[in-house]
């Protein structure tokens, strides 16, 4: 399994990324793919993912401001974030379950054992 992560970088307070995922090397599904990050000093935690029925759910603290999107023919998953924080600078790692294919959709649970190598997100002035 390979994801590659792009779209981060330096941005003020309030402005706005995308982060890219594209994926390959395991069967592409439309669900059980998303973000976590991790901060300085604290662990990883999940912003945004699709679960096992392709549903999006979110962290409360990204509700409203971040969206969860992908393009299935291009492998890619993406992560719109608007009005970003200081508080959401981070290492953001794209996540997938590699074995989804083989799930019940909506009725597994999703495992996200594949993980990127990261891009970096930090909100500044």
């Known amino acids: 399994v390979q994801l590659q992560e792009s779209g981060g970088g330096l941005v003020q307070p309030g402005g706005s990324l995308r982060l890219s995922c594209t994926a390959s090397g395991y069967t592409y599904m439309h669900y059980c793919m998303g973000w976590f990050r991790q901060s300085p000093g604290k662990g990883r935690g999940g912003v945004a993912a699709?679960?096992?029925?392709?549903?999006?759910f979110y962290a409360d603290s990204v509700k409203g401001r971040f969206t969860l999107s992908q393009d299935g023919p291009k492998r890619t998953l993406y992560l719109q974030m608007n009005n970003l924080k200081p508080e959401d600078t981070a290492m953001y790692y794209c996540?997938?379950?590699?074995?989804?294919?083989?799930?019940?959709?909506?009725?597994?649970?999703?495992?996200?054992?594949?993980w990127g190598q990261g891009t970096q997100v930090t909100v500044s002035s």
């Open positions: 996540v997938v379950d590699p074995a989804a294919a083989g799930l019940l959709p909506g009725r597994d649970a999703c495992n996200y054992d594949s």
């Open positions: 699709f679960d096992s029925a392709g549903n999006p």
